[in-house]
């Protein structure tokens, strides 16, 4: 309760940022995209992560306010970008509301920006309970020119029935699988299958949480396209990402 009405209320005081995280080639490492993550800065409980009041609002239609506050933020800060695209993340409730795909249109490209340039990450729980409406829902925005990223792969449900049935752009190798590369087997299997299928299918592959140069060489040499993590950089500021974006693109 407490959470709830402050953040209703934090939306209004402007105690929520976006901060943007880097997304790079594997090639020459230059940046073609950010994802965009939000910020909390309460003046009575100091800095509170998303992890924890995401799902408090995702309880309430306070996601829909929570949700649209964020794709306004970053359709005005993308197009400050000479070209890199913004990845959003949406919780299942915002993918499932009625007229997703016209809500996102309205905000989006009603406002001049390219679909092309918004990218909407989606985890597998968002489309594992009505897989045949999410499919409907991933197709229409797809034609229209948006990209789909699936967040955290691999640690979902039926993960290759969902990129069989499902439009897609983009992977996201779970950074769970990054980080046990080095320390077991297992995951350094699990993260160069998940190249390989990404590559077959065409789509791009992008590994989180990068976080050491071993890492970094691993991921490159095994091919995978995209890279992101706090060896290459941390979330930043929306000057220091505007920064970026034009030195590197
Ligand atoms: O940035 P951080 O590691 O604190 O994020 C924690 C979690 O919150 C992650 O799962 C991330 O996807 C999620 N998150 C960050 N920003 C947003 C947002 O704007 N909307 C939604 N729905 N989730 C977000
Ligand atoms: O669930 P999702 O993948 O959207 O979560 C993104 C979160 O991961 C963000 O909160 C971001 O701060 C965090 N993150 C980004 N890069 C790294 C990294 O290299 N290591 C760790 N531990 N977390 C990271
Ligand atoms: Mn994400
Ligand atoms: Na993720």
């Given at each position: 309760?407490?959470?709830?009405?402050?953040?209703?209320?934090?939306?209004?005081?402007?105690?929520?940022?976006?901060?943007?995280?880097?997304?790079?080639?594997?090639?020459?490492?230059?940046?073609?995209?950010?994802?965009?993550?939000?910020?909390?800065?309460?003046?009575?409980?100091?800095?509170?992560?998303?992890?924890?009041?995401?799902?408090?609002?995702?309880?309430?239609?306070?996601?829909?306010e929570l949700g649209?506050?964020?794709?306004?933020?970053?359709?005005?800060v993308l197009q400050?970008?000479?070209?890199?695209?913004?990845?959003?993340?949406?919780?299942?409730?915002?993918?499932?509301?009625?007229?997703?795909?016209?809500?996102?249109?309205?905000?989006?490209?009603?406002?001049?920006?390219?679909?092309?340039?918004?990218?909407?990450?989606?985890?597998?729980?968002?489309?594992?309970?009505?897989?045949?409406?999410?499919?409907?829902?991933?197709?229409?925005?797809?034609?229209?020119?948006?990209?789909?990223?699936?967040?955290?792969?691999?640690?979902?449900?039926?993960?290759?029935?969902?990129?069989?049935?499902?439009?897609?752009?983009?992977?996201?190798?779970?950074?769970?699988?990054?980080?046990?590369?080095?320390?077991?087997?297992?995951?350094?299997?699990?993260?160069?299958?998940?190249?390989?299928?990404?590559?077959?299918?065409?789509?791009?592959?992008?590994?989180?949480?990068?976080?050491?140069?071993?890492?970094?060489?691993?991921?490159?040499?095994?091919?995978?396209?995209?890279?992101?993590?706090?060896?290459?950089?941390?979330?930043?500021?929306?000057?220091?990402?505007?920064?970026?974006?034009?030195?590197?693109?």
């Open positions: 309760r407490l959470i709830e009405s402050g953040l209703s209320q934090a939306i209004r005081n402007g105690e929520l940022k976006l901060v943007f995280q880097p997304i790079v080639a594997r090639e020459k490492l230059e940046v073609t995209g950010f994802e965009a993550l939000l910020r909390w800065h309460s003046p009575e409980y100091g800095m509170i992560s998303p992890g924890m009041f995401i799902p408090i609002a995702e309880e309430s239609n306070l996601i829909h649209d506050w964020v794709i306004d933020e970053a359709v005005r400050t970008w000479p070209g890199q695209y913004v990845s959003v993340n949406f919780s299942p409730r915002q993918f499932r509301r009625s007229n997703f795909v016209g809500h996102i249109v309205e905000r989006v490209q009603h406002r001049g920006v390219s679909p092309q340039r918004f990218q909407i990450e989606i985890t597998e729980t968002a489309i594992f309970d009505d897989a045949e409406r999410a499919a409907d829902t991933l197709y229409r925005l797809r034609q229209m020119g948006f990209r789909i990223a699936l967040d955290d792969f691999g640690t979902g449900y039926s993960s290759l029935y969902n990129i069989r049935k499902f439009a897609l752009d983009s992977l996201k190798i779970d950074r769970s699988f990054v980080d046990g590369m080095g320390k077991e087997r297992e995951s350094a299997a699990i993260v160069h299958s998940i190249i390989h299928l990404g590559r077959a299918l065409g789509l791009e592959v992008v590994a989180e949480g990068v976080e050491t140069e071993t890492q970094l060489q691993a991921l490159r040499v095994a091919g995978c396209s995209h890279l992101q993590g706090y060896y290459l950089a941390r979330p930043m500021p929306e000057e220091d990402a505007l920064f970026l974006a034009k030195a590197r693109y």
